[in-house]
């Protein structure tokens, strides 16, 4: 009985320390099937405890890091460059609002011309470096932004202060005959025969209180070499069509442009076009001056 005893014990011994082993292999055993059956034993593979170096995970990047641009990156990622809008050799509108803007804050003295010369070109060169800018000399997107913040929409006669106006169509009244036809609402003069026009040039009137007489009038008297006897200022090239209102050159327009007036004369600021259109126009010649 003793053996017998003790043969059950130790068969009850191995099979605990099997239990045990199946246990630290991972195995297990699905549950009984439907005939009552235990099912057949599913593997179940342990990794190792020690990883491939090969298949480790790549460490994640710390977020305070971003990555560097790659110049595979799509164009949206990178800054756009500063768009040119004009360069030297430019001509138009455009370029007199630049020259105008640039001549508010004392860049340009002259013009605006409507052409982009060498000294708007040298003007917005100081511009841009006097603001961090780089002095390319051209009118890119950010050097006309920076200017627009600083000045303020010019008006018409800033636009054309030295001229080069377009000029209106004629008044009726210039159609026929040898006229000079001046146009208050374009500061404009044309010298017409026949209808046709033979020149244009940019003129000044008299201020408010001594407006450019409105109508049609005749040259009676030409001089030269004319000096004001009222005013004591020269009137080279005058042109008498009314009382002591004349046409004749002014060197004070060929300064100032329209930011001066004159006394009640047709000034023109273009010293070779008046001293032409003098040696054209005869006495008795037909003055239009209209709106």
Partial sequence: MRGKSTSGRGIAVLAALAAGVVGAAGCTVQPAGTDGQGGSPVRIEVPDRTPDATRSAPPARTPDAPAKPSPSDPPSTRPAPARVLWSPGDEGRDIRELQARLRQIAWVFHGPTGTYDDLTAEAVR????KRGLPGTGVTDTVTWQRLLAMTRE???WELYLMGGQPADAPDPRCMTGRVMCISKSSRTLRWMIDGRTVS???????SEYTPTREGVFQVFWKSRHHVSTLYDSPMPYAMFFSGGQAVHFSSDFAARGYAGASHGCV??????AIAELYEQVRDGDKVVVHW
């Fill in 126 to 129: 100081g511009f841009q470096g």
């Fill in 154 to 156: 010019p008006g018409r």
């Fill in 200 to 206: 244009t040039m940019p003129v000044r009137f008299g």
């Fill in 267 to 272: 000034n023109v600021r273009d010293e070779a």
